[in-house]
């Protein structure tokens, strides 16, 4: 059957462990992390055309070859030689350079909704390395739930865990990812291993979520807040009005820990109120998935 269109959601992730060493010779970090999908998720739909093209209802998205959706195309058409095009078009509603990896979502939502679309059989491992060469956070955004990751990142192994609600505060202006990482190597500049991320791991098993919140950790926060001092400010502010907090990725969204979805509710009207810009989310969410194809 020759599909016109797919259409695809993918999900942002929160980082609920963060453990950073000291960088390789190729310049990446090695990570000990704890991913977590949430249900905010962007909406990729790619349609038959003679050429690659994207469109995106958000203004501050990068159109070019920098958005990873572009470069999931050329990336699949490399690898198995496909002349094919294709519309891409982008529902965006994760927060843009927020630290959530809403780029990496549109990687892997446009790597699964491209191979359905021009038919090319990518399997599961060749998704996964496809989606490790556009960028760290991608592979997991294709798999979701919860997951170590480890070497960059893109090295998963799904784990057990509990639902969590988090109250999401945004900030209008983004990090650059690049940027933490080189302040956290000039704050921490011995040679180091990442920390271990096991406790974690075996409270959210437990499903232990007092424990969960005790064992959030994030080696990028001080960096961030370094390079951000509103950043340190609002985390300052925000942090008490919930069990546990912490900065997501490299930053800038703060994530709050609510007790439950009425709560986090509770929170976010607060959270408004004093004028701050906040998003109710839970998981653990699904990965990439089809929602729709049309022949
Ligand atoms: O892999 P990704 O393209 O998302 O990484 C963006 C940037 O973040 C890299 O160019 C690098 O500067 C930094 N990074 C890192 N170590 C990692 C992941 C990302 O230094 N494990």
Known sequence: MVLNSVTVTAP??????????????DGFHPLNTVFYALNIRDTITVEAAETISLSCNHPDVP???????????RAIAEHTGTKAGARITIDKRI???????????????????????????????????LAAGLGSDVPFALLGGCAVGTSRGENLTPIDTCPLTWVLVTSSEGLSTPAVFGTYDAMVPHAHEPAPVYEIVEALGRGDTERVGALLANDLAAPAFALRPDIRATFEKVKD????????????????????EDDGRRLQRELDDDGYVSLVASGPAAGVTIVEERS
Request: overall charge negative; hydrophobic content about 50%.
């Open 241 to 260: 009005r919930a069990s546990a907090a912490i900065l997501s990725g490299s930053g800038p969204t703060i994530a709050l820990l609510a007790a439950s």
């Open 63 to 73: 159109l070019d070859e920098s958005n990873l959706a572009h470069r999931a195309a």
């Open 12 to 25: 942002a992730k929160l980082n609920l462990a963060l453990r950073v060493g000291s960088p390789r010779p």
């Open 95 to 129: 927060p843009i350079a927020g630290g959530m990896a809403g780029g990496s979502a549109d990687g892997a939502g446009a790597l699964v909704a491209l191979n359905e679309l021009w038919q090319t059989g990518l399997d599961a491992n060749e998704l996964h390395d």
